[in-house]
């Protein structure tokens, strides 16, 4: 597909996404669409860095590379349908990864979680529907399946609204979902916390909790196979495996004791990649 938008393009898995498609050329245009211009500057910044022998022409908002591929950044937010329809002219893909992850703060601030994950999505996939878009890949989390925080419970009000769309604007477009676990190193995890060496004071929930891990080039190629091989109204989950969190901060900082302090609001003991409700349907 030569024309892809990526919500949250600026994140960990929009980033990432995007150095791959230009190392690998595969599309002709990418665009950025987050609301945080400072994250956009310092994304072209950096990608006239990494690429300054094939950048032919450039400035604070566009790229354009010497094999024809050019990069966009558009500042919006998904909670604004007319930017987004503005944003989706011309566009054949989208890949939604925008929204509020971080449990606690999803948790404080409630309404602002449903806002963005919710009704941007709501907004996102009519938008795309309405600018012929021919087709979105939306990306969710352990936490939609069997949620007990807020966070998963918008993720799986995210995944029932791309399926929904299926039947509500499938003229146009085709809906898909990937589902996966915590992305290793992502931006704020605990990985990234852990690998500062400046860092010496950490603290631990539970020591045997469990997490499923993913890399974000796994992430990514799951991404790829949606993109590729869905057809419509399909969640991609790989198989995963979990790991213990005292097993984590061990391996990674051997040097620090970290202190525990109990699970969190919101926190499961053992995710689920797959509900029990779901296992028939699998």
Known sequence: MNTVLITG???TFGTCYLLKALENSWHKKIIVYSRDEFKQVRLVRYLRSK???RITKYSDYSIEFDNGQSVRLFVG???????LLIALQGVDLVLHSAALKHVPICEYNPDQAVDVNVVGTINLCRAASAAGVKKLVALSTDKAADPINLYGATKLCLEKVVLGSTFQHHQNTSYHLVRYGNVIGSRGSIIQLLQDQENKDFFL?????????ISIEDAIDLTRYAILHGENAEIFVPKMKSL????????IRPDVKPQEVGARPGEKFHETMISKHDLHRT
């Open 205 to 213: 929930t539970e020591g045997e909790m469990t997490r499923f891990w």
């Open 244 to 251: 213990e969190m005292n097993r984590v901060f061990s391996s």
């Open 77 to 83: 937010d998904i909670r604004n349908y007319d930017r």
């Open 51 to 53: 690429f300054s022998d």
């Open 9 to 11: 393009g600026t994140g």
